[in-house]
T-cell receptor, first 110, second 119 residues
Framework: GQSLEQPSEVTAVEGAIVQINCTYQ??????LSWYQQHDGGAPTFLSY????GLEETGRFSSFLSRSDSYGYLLLQELQMKDSASYFC???????????FGAGTRLFVKA | DAGVIQSPRHEVTEMGQEVTLRCKPI?????LFWYRQTMMRGLELLIY????????DSGMPEDRFSAKMPNASFSTLKIQPSEPRDSAVYFC?????????????????FGAGSRLTVL
């Protein structure tokens, strides 16, 4: 089976850096994805790691360690608009079955 | 591209009624997913299709739920009879073909969702 664990809430101040961790247990692990969801909206894709290491996309970076079954999303220069829920997700056996973690609610304060 | 299109956006119905949710995936995407989102249970994968074939429906909660994908451009999720505990936002998502080796990106594009309220 597949399961992903992430913190339920994180609070940070504008301009700061925040890291959202994700640990996973999956069979036939392919890679780890991150999605952002604003209240009332749909999840939107942010980043994907298939290999160990860091992937950088503007203010957002994502890291994966396959040996530790662990990844994180790093958000830099936080802005108020970054207040949202962030989900890690993994594609398992066959590369298709995509399971989401419970989500981390990020609150950015002024 | 118009993205993934879902209808209806909102549905309010009474317990016992049949509900049909519809999804049009992005053209050329050959994987389609149905998710249900609630505060208590988060984003649950209900079923997914690849090339119009249901691959895994283990997330479908009960026999009251059924899903079809008669062609590459249309899928339905049906609940019959509906119950108040089915109230949730139902998302459809499509993907270009799953991961292709370790370097392939697994990117799902979600529709806007269908918010279902069963009274």
């Amino acid at each position: 089976g597949q399961s992903l664990e992430q913190p339920s809430e994180v609070t940070a101040v504008e301009g700061a850096i925040v890291q959202i961790n994700c640990t996973y247990q999956t069979s036939g692990f392919y890679g780890l994805s991150w999605y952002q969801q604003h209240d009332g909206g749909a999840p939107t894709f942010l980043s994907y790691n298939a290999l160990d290491g860091l992937e950088e996309t503007g203010r957002f970076s994502s890291f994966l360690s396959r040996s530790d079954s662990y990844g994180y999303l790093l958000l830099q220069e936080l802005q108020m608009k970054d207040s949202a829920s962030y989900f890690c997700a993994s594609a398992g056996t066959g590369g298709f079955k995509t399971i989401f973690g419970a989500g981390t609610r990020l609150f950015v304060k002024a | 591209d118009a993205g993934v299109i879902q209808s209806p956006r909102h549905e309010v119905t009474e317990m016992g009624q049949e509900v049909t949710l519809r999804c049009k995936p992005i053209s050329g995407h050959n994987s389609l997913f149905w998710y249900r989102q609630t505060m208590m249970r988060g984003l649950e994968l209900l079923i997914y299709f690849n090339n119009n074939v249901p691959i895994d429906d283990s997330g479908m909660p009960e026999d009251r739920f059924s899903a079809k994908m008669p062609n590459a451009s249309f899928s339905t999720l049906k609940i019959q009879p509906s119950e108040p505990r089915d109230s949730a936002v139902y998302f459809c998502a499509s993907e270009s073909g799953g991961t292709s080796g370790l370097t392939g990106a697994n990117v799902l594009t979600f529709g806007a969702g269908s918010r279902l309220t069963v009274l």
